[in-house]
């Protein structure tokens, strides 16, 4: 052990303990900046995502439940539904989620929270039409972002229709 070992014994023994934190805008933070994000990315964000269409359609479902029992409380009982109604409900709100966030923010909240953005070939912002046709083709074929395993750019199925891509931002 050198005189420095023992004077800081943790350091040695946790070099992470003394290496330099991550700044915003640094070398190693920015070296993705603008590269296109690879399937486990895009799928944790669409979990994220997922998540948030399941509890836009359970507080549908509640405000419905709640709205019934305003008008007769005392013949209420909940609503009933059949799954194939919860999934199509479930689909459109997912589509119409997906091509609101797209157009407004530049990506849904699981895409913000990974850090990622949805852009068309020049990098920029993708207009209402072309997020409107992108989300519902990753509605009905949500299977197409297996295509980024094939792709040599990074690319879905929806992406290569569409001239889109979907970089670290």
């Known amino acids: 052990m050198t005189t420095a070992d023992k004077q800081h014994p943790a350091e040695s023994a946790y070099p992470w303990h003394t290496a330099p934190a991550l700044v915003p805008g640094s070398p190693s933070r920015s070296s993705v900046h603008g590269d296109r994000a690879g399937l486990v990315t895009r799928s944790l964000a669409n979990v994220v995502d997922l998540g948030i269409v399941v509890l836009a359609v359970a507080g549908g479902y509640v405000a419905v439940a709640a709205t019934r029992f305003l008008l007769h409380p005392a013949g209420f009982t909940f609503p009933e539904t059949s799954v194939s109604t ?62 980024v395993l094939v792709s040599g750019e990074n690319r879905s199925v929806q992406d290569v229709l569409l001239r889109t891509s979907v970089v670290y931002d």
């Open 86 to 147: 919860l999934l199509l409900a479930g689909l459109c709100v997912e589509a119409v989620y997906f091509a609101v966030t797209w157009a407004v923010v530049g990506g849904t909240y699981g895409d913000r929270l990974l850090e990622l953005r949805v852009t068309d070939d020049r990098r920029a912002r993708l207009g209402w039409k072309r997020c409107t046709v992108r989300s519902l083709l990753c509605t009905v074929f949500p299977i197409g972002l297996l295509w």
